[in-house]
């Protein structure tokens, strides 16, 4: 590796470094507003200036790479000052540049407090300015519900046109003008397209772009700040939650780079208001007249013991729903254990995955970062782009990272990179195993390809065929070879790995969600936070959740629970990563969590719980299940429970697959509450009318 001298410090770095990158890996600090570590280089700003021995004048940093600055005249490397007083004398002028048009809103500005381009004109500007013209006004543009726009503060970064383009891969923002004439828009006035569109909003180092769900609603210096996890999805993006009191005001991303690196979906981040909305604070109890009436505790968990009574164990059953956390599974699994039932389920959609297959057959085994070592992809079943849009992220990543081969069989669909769509069902499927279809040599030539399999081919009355035949494939095609499991199932339910994991499915003679959910099948279904499914007429149903959502409307007796924001939980992403949530909030009125209520409803039932707090939980939990005490790391799943896999076969239907998801924006409970949800959801709606017109 080349060698560089930075303030005298000498240090060895790639030569594919820029010149910024060598600095601070020096611990030289290099301010900038235009560059940033995940887009392309535009060296726009020039607030990166740095002094490089026998250049005739600063350069910057961001654009000048380690490879092209030439060694002194004796042969020493490269000498870079990042202090000297010709550099701190070209920052000056440049911020002075930039400050030339820039408002005085600091004071009632949403980005005050986390604004770069106030840090920075303290740490590297001046005091005064030699400029008294009139300063240029921009009139602000509608970009969509969710990102405010206040264009007199735009210092023309190109930031967030560089991140709808190469990353979201929507290029709805670009620059018209030339000069101070200069403008970012949309061009036609009209919302952005992408799911990840309030992302633009974290990337502005000014206040031209910011939150408007959030807008005026809270300083940075007055919210406590929680690590935690997201739940909209199965990826597991990390996320922070900032609360104000016991209110969350907002979700931001935080970054990890094998998961989401540093974005997050508009859903995970303005799902906020959700949380406040139609929330459940306090039990229910269906009444003799048919109505749902506020009751205490004592009165519900009474309602429940008497509808359990003397009612066979065969009879009783419970459905875990997509937000649940393991511990709260682990929790009602262990009472329907205690009732006699092996009527339990977390597959509330019906797909057909099975633990007793092996492990590897229901993760998403290449890892999300694995997606970039891959040289082809096959899609069956799925929308990555409104399943999981952060692995759809990934997944255009490699596409610009070079040439990869990518197929897609299923719904025709736009996911912002070059696809060949192979077909649109089982038979396409079918014809690349017998070598009949083209897409088929180009898998075969592939040293690591991926296969991933979806909700949508997996969810029907023929998913377990499927999923055989989608192992087929991969074991085909050569995706399972030493040091490379290429089988990947994307899920959409962030309760699901987890729920499987500890065998949260029908045991020894168990009903299935559809056998539970069918006329007469069942006398008592315990849901929790299951909204998905219809309960036939005639079961008495217990809701145990945190809105007054499908459940809640079905049910005949409500028990509040905390939401995700509202307790610690463990959740295991479609990876098979465990990652930890924590509280940043309390839950409203009577709520609680929901292990909690489980806990006490038991001793009423006469199958008491054997913990009395969420340690000793976890403590009999991770006994049972030592791979999901591992924060943040995947265990490997066992690659030959794919090859038994693909020799189950199985009747397939001919009929195409069809996303489990219709609308991205109104996929759970919290989402539908929300009123920025809706708001996205009537917007994207119309513009699917307004495509197929």
Same mark, same amino acid.
């Given at each position: ?225 929680? %690590?935690?996890? $997201?739940?909209?999805?199965? @990826? &597991? +993006?990390?996320? /922070? ?6 209110? !969350? ?122 997606? %970039?070592?891959? $040289?082809?992809?096959?899609? @069956? &079943? +799925?929308?990555? /782009? ?6 759809? !992220? ?130 008592? @279904? ?168």
């Amino acid at each position: 590796m080349p060698k560089i001298i930075v303030d005298d410090v000498e240090v060895d770095v790639p030569a594919e470094y820029t010149l910024l990158q060598a600095c601070e890996a020096a611990g030289a600090e290099i301010p900038r507003f235009c560059f940033h570590e995940r887009l392309s280089i535009a060296g726009n700003c020039r607030m990166c200036l740095v002094e490089l021995k026998g250049a005739p004048k600063p350069v910057a940093s961001c654009a000048w790479g380690v490879k092209d600055c030439r060694p002194g005249p004796n042969g020493e490397p490269p000498t870079v000052y990042t202090k000297s007083a010709s550099t701190k004398k070209a920052r000056e002028g440049v911020m002075e540049f930039l400050l030339i048009n820039h408002p005085l809103d600091c004071p009632i500005c949403d980005q005050g407090g986390e604004c770069d381009l106030q840090d920075q004109a303290m740490a590297y500007g001046v005091d005064n300015t030699r400029f008294h013209e009139n300063k240029r006004a921009v009139e602000d543009k509608y970009i969509g519900p969710l990102v405010k726009t206040w264009m007199n503060r735009c210092i023309h970064c190109t930031r967030c046109v560089r991140f709808a383009t190469e990353v979201a891969g929507v290029p709805d923002l670009g620059a018209i003008g030339r000069g101070e004439d200069m403008e970012i828009t949309t061009y036609l006035e009209k919302a952005m397209g992408s799911e990840l569109q309030s992302c633009v909003a974290d990337l502005c180092p000014v206040g031209a772009l910011t939150s408007k769900p959030y807008a005026y609603n809270a300083r940075p210096w007055e919210l406590t700040k929680t %690590e935690s996890v $997201d739940v909209m999805d199965a @990826v &597991g +993006s990390a996320i /922070r939650v900032d609360t104000r009191g016991r209110e !969350v005001m907002r979700i931001l991303p935080r970054v990890n780079e094998a998961i989401n690196e540093e974005w997050i979906t508009d859903k995970t981040r303005h799902v906020v208001d959700g949380l406040r909305r139609q929330r459940l604070d306090r039990p229910y109890v269906r009444g003799a007249d048919g109505r749902l009436a506020p009751a205490s505790w004592s009165e519900a968990f009474a309602a429940i013991a008497g509808a359990v009574k003397g009612k066979d164990a065969s009879r009783i059953g419970a459905i875990a729903g997509d937000l649940a956390a393991v511990e709260d599974m682990w929790a009602l699994q262990g009472l329907m254990r205690g009732l006699g039932s092996a009527n339990v389920d977390c597959r509330q959609d019906g797909a057909a995955l099975d633990p007793a297959l092996g492990r590897a057959t229901y993760l998403f085994n290449p890892t999300i970062q694995g997606i %970039e070592e891959a $040289d082809a992809i096959l899609i @069956v &079943g +799925s929308n990555p /782009r409104i399943e999981a849009s952060l692995v759809n !992220v990934r997944i255009r990543k490699r596409w610009r990272q070079g040439p990869v081969a990518i197929g897609l069989v299923g719904e025709a669909a736009n996911l912002t990179y070059d696809h060949d769509y192979l077909g649109a069902g089982p038979e396409t499927l079918q014809s690349l195993l017998d070598g009949s279809h083209s897409f088929a040599e180009t898998l075969k030539a592939a040293k690591r390809p991926i296969v991933i399999v979806g909700q949508g081919a997996l969810a029907r009355a023929d998913g377990a065929a499927m999923l055989s035949l989608a192992a087929k494939a991969a074991d085909t095609f050569g995706a399972i070879a030493e040091g490379w499991n290429g089988f990947a199932v994307l899920h959409t339910a962030a309760s699901r790995v987890g729920g499987l994991d500890i065998g949260f499915v029908p045991g020894e003679g168990g009903k299935t969600v559809a056998e539970m959910a069918a006329p007469g099948a069942m006398d008592v @279904v315990w849901l929790l936070g299951a909204d998905e499914i219809e309960i036939a007429p005639g079961a008495f149903v217990v809701y145990q959740g945190t809105h007054g959502d499908r459940g809640a409307h079905r049910a005949d007796v409500i028990l509040p629970g905390a939401a995700y924001t509202e307790k610690n939980g463990l959740y295991v992403n479609t990876e098979g990563r465990p990652q930890f949530g924590y509280r940043a909030a309390f839950p409203p009125g009577d709520a609680r969590e929901d292990w909690a209520i489980l806990r006490a409803v038991s001793d009423v039932l006469g199958a008491r719980l054997p913990f009395d707090s969420l340690a000793q939980l976890r403590q009999a939990l991770f006994s049972a299940h030592p791979h999901l005490a591992q924060d943040e790391r995947i265990t490997p799943a066992d690659p030959a429970a794919i090859g038994a896999l693909a020799s189950r076969g199985g009747a397939v239907d001919k009929a195409p697959f069809a996303s489990p998801i219709t609308d991205f924006y109104l996929t759970n409970p919290i989402a539908r509450a929300s009123a920025i949800m809706a708001e996205c959801s009537a917007l994207a709606q119309g513009a699917k009318r307004e495509a197929a017109e």
